[in-house]
């Protein structure tokens, strides 16, 4: 039976969620304020409450990302795909972030067309290709052009993944609630990087080829065709119902032309996102150098696999302790915003000046051979470790904070998919060219250079939006597209 409207606003604390976690929102809050404008629909009970709550529908989508991108990141965190060379691992991330970020630059308008269940479906199962391809190319040393195509492939896919993905995140929770849903999901969607890496870790702790075996390829392989079935299962965006009572605005269906046109229209009516866009293309870049050039070439394969699993550990932390802060309700959301850039401000430095201290140890003429390479028991590895492990803090905060402002900007689900198909595509207009430079082999401290000064120009640039643009809570008429 669909949801029934109450008679009046309630201005009292939220419709319960069900679920007792706590999050009832109080009157005067951020939330309480923009409620007015909204009809307050009683939630369902039972076991359909349960199914039909936010947080289920969040840990649901955490899941799907855990067993994708989560386990596609694993693969990537290993450094060269697991492999030996790192050229083959470089072009195919060139080649798959440039098809992303062409596709998730229109992904916003389809998401709008398909509806965000069915187009993370079709977003997922390019990971299945790609995780296959290496597997393939461990077999067959001359599949190298397969592990291409593939991720020319899987950028397509990826795209669409990433903006339904955005989309429902930045829809179901309320306002005061962003910071924690977003954390939420970082963190179960981080598990497939730890539960990855835990897998490489176990099956290479003795290896002594310094590349991944099939098993590993295969573990990783039948978990993403898990993940592609969990959006068969996920809840249709209409029926559900916000923890205050307020429903889920679906995102309108007209015709491509008007879709395509959209794009135009959510930057016209919020042109203050451009400022964010230095931030976007900041948060891939520094992949590249921390996977490839860092881990896979200092370390072996063992060390490789540690340092791959307290990275994606580290994300947890990252995300749930800045998730954290900015859900803090009885500080301004304001505030919020400028202790978040401040925070990550301070990481940026401390991390690349304490990285600059290793990178001008080596270059790629110096790097050691496979058998001179870091094990785990050298004694110059714990603080090598330790630098990993605050990178993996200082993505996750970052890409947590991005979505974050994101969120603050607006509440409409077609206008989130927007600006995260802006986020996506720009973001991974920067990888592309980082991979690319990779692949060609330019210098190490030339790559690591650029990341450190895109990371702060970034930071600069947002700067001025967050004064203009990010106020206390999301007035109605800033819905409007």
Same mark, same amino acid.
């Given at each position: 039976?669909?949801?029934?409207?109450?008679?009046?606003?309630?201005?009292?604390?939220?419709?319960?969620s069900?679920?007792?976690?706590?999050?009832?929102?109080?009157?005067?809050? =951020?939330?309480?304020?923009?409620?007015?404008?909204?009809?307050?629909?009683?939630?369902?009970?039972?076991?359909?409450?349960?199914?039909?709550n936010?947080?289920?529908?969040v840990?649901?989508?955490?899941?799907?990302?855990?067993?994708?991108?989560?386990?596609?990141?694993?693969?990537?965190?290993?450094?060269?795909g697991?492999?030996?060379?790192?050229?083959?691992?470089?072009?195919?991330?060139?080649?798959?972030?440039a098809t992303?970020?062409? /596709?998730?630059?229109? /992904?916003?308008?389809?998401?709008?067309?398909?509806? $965000? *269940?069915?187009t993370?479906?079709?977003?997922?199962?390019?990971? +299945?290709?790609?995780?296959?391809?290496?597997?393939?190319?461990n077999?067959? %040393?001359?599949?190298?052009?397969?592990?291409?195509?593939?991720?020319?492939?899987?950028?397509? +896919?990826?795209g669409?993944?990433?903006t339904?993905?955005?989309?429902?995140?930045?829809?179901?929770?309320t306002?005061?609630?962003?910071?924690?849903?977003?954390?939420?999901?970082?963190?179960?969607?981080?598990?497939?990087?730890?539960?990855?890496?835990?897998?490489?870790?176990?099956?290479?702790?003795?290896?002594?080829?310094?590349?991944?075996?099939?098993?590993?390829?295969?573990?990783?392989?039948?978990l993403?065709?898990i993940?592609?079935?969990?959006?068969?299962?996920?809840?249709d965006?209409?029926?559900?119902?916000?923890?205050?009572?307020?429903k889920?605005?679906?995102?309108?269906?007209?015709?491509?032309?008007?879709?395509?046109?959209?794009?135009?229209?959510?930057l016209?009516?919020?042109?203050?996102?451009?400022?964010?866009? $230095?931030?976007?293309?900041?948060?891939?870049? !520094?992949?590249?150098w921390? !996977?490839?050039d860092?881990?896979?070439?200092?370390?072996?394969?063992?060390?490789? %696999?540690?340092?791959?699993?307290?990275?994606?550990?580290?994300?947890?932390?990252?995300?749930?302790?800045?998730?954290l802060?900015?859900?803090?309700?009885h500080l301004?959301?304001?505030?919020?915003?400028?202790?978040?850039?401040?925070?990550?401000?301070?990481? *940026?430095f401390?991390?690349?000046?304490?990285?600059?201290?290793?990178?001008?140890?080596?270059?790629?003429? %110096?790097?050691?051979?496979?058998? @001179?390479k870091?094990?785990?028991?050298?004694?110059?590895?714990?603080?090598r470790?330790?630098?990993?492990?605050?990178?993996?803090?200082?993505?996750?905060?970052?890409?947590?904070?991005?979505?974050w402002?994101m969120? /603050?900007? %607006?509440? @409409?689900?077609?206008k989130?998919?927007?600006?995260?198909?802006?986020?996506?595509?720009?973001?991974?207009?920067?990888?592309a060219?980082?991979?690319?430079?990779?692949?060609?082999k330019?210098?190490?401290?030339?790559? !690591?250079?650029?990341?450190?000064?895109?990371?702060? /120009?970034?930071?600069?640039?947002?700067?001025?939006?967050?004064?203009?643009?990010?106020?206390?809570?999301? =007035?109605? =008429?800033?819905?409007l597209?």
């Amino acid at each position: 039976m669909a949801a029934q409207p109450v008679e009046k606003p309630r201005n009292d604390s939220a419709v319960g969620s069900g679920f007792g976690f706590g999050f009832d929102i109080p009157p005067g809050s =951020e939330d309480s304020a923009s409620r007015y404008a909204e009809e307050i629909f009683e939630r369902p009970t039972g076991i359909r409450g349960f199914y039909y709550n936010p947080y289920t529908q969040v840990v649901l989508l955490g899941v799907v990302c855990f067993m994708c991108p989560g386990l596609f990141n694993a693969l990537n965190g290993l450094g060269a795909g697991g492999q030996l060379d790192s050229t083959t691992s470089a072009n195919a991330n060139s080649t798959l972030y440039a098809t992303f970020a062409v /596709a998730a630059f229109f /992904a916003g308008s389809i998401n709008n067309v398909l509806g $965000p *269940v069915r187009t993370l479906l079709l977003g997922s199962i390019g990971y +299945c290709l790609y995780i296959g391809s290496y597997l393939a190319v461990n077999i067959h %040393s001359d599949a190298s052009g397969f592990v291409i195509a593939a991720g020319a492939i899987l950028g397509i +896919c990826a795209g669409l993944l990433w903006t339904a993905q955005g989309s429902l995140m930045l829809a179901y929770p309320t306002e005061s609630q962003k910071g924690g849903f977003i954390g939420i999901f970082w963190s179960i969607f981080n598990l497939g990087g730890v539960v990855g890496a835990s897998v490489s870790l176990g099956q290479n702790f003795h290896s002594e080829a310094n590349e991944v075996g099939n098993g590993t390829y295969i573990g990783f392989l039948v978990l993403t065709g898990i993940g592609v079935l969990v959006p068969l299962i996920m809840a249709d965006p209409d029926k559900m119902i916000r923890t205050d009572g307020t429903k889920v605005t679906t995102p309108r269906q007209p015709s491509w032309k008007t879709e395509i046109s959209g794009l135009y229209i959510a930057l016209r009516t919020d042109p203050l996102i451009v400022l964010l866009f $230095p931030m976007f293309f900041a948060s891939n870049w !520094f992949y590249t150098w921390q !996977f490839n050039d860092y881990n896979a070439a200092l370390f072996n394969i063992r060390a490789r %696999s540690l340092n791959n699993l307290v990275y994606w550990l580290s994300q947890i932390v990252g995300s749930v302790s800045i998730g954290l802060l900015l859900d803090q309700r009885h500080l301004r959301r304001r505030f919020r915003a400028f202790f978040a850039w401040c925070i990550l401000l301070v990481f *940026v430095f401390v991390v690349h000046i304490w990285a600059y201290f290793y990178q001008r140890q080596y270059t790629r003429q %110096s790097i050691p051979n496979d058998a @001179d390479k870091l094990d785990i028991y050298d004694r110059r590895y714990i603080g090598r470790v330790f630098l990993y492990i605050a990178c993996g803090l200082l993505d996750a905060m970052w890409q947590t904070t991005a979505y974050w402002m994101m969120g /603050a900007m %607006s509440n @409409d689900p077609a206008k989130l998919a927007y600006f995260t198909g802006f986020y996506k595509s720009i973001q991974s207009a920067g990888a592309a060219g980082v991979w690319r430079a990779d692949a060609v082999k330019i210098p190490y401290m030339s790559l !690591f250079i650029s990341t450190w000064v895109l990371l702060v /120009a970034g930071l600069v640039f947002a700067l001025p939006m967050i004064h203009l643009r990010v106020k206390d809570h999301t =007035e109605y =008429e800033d819905e409007l597209m």
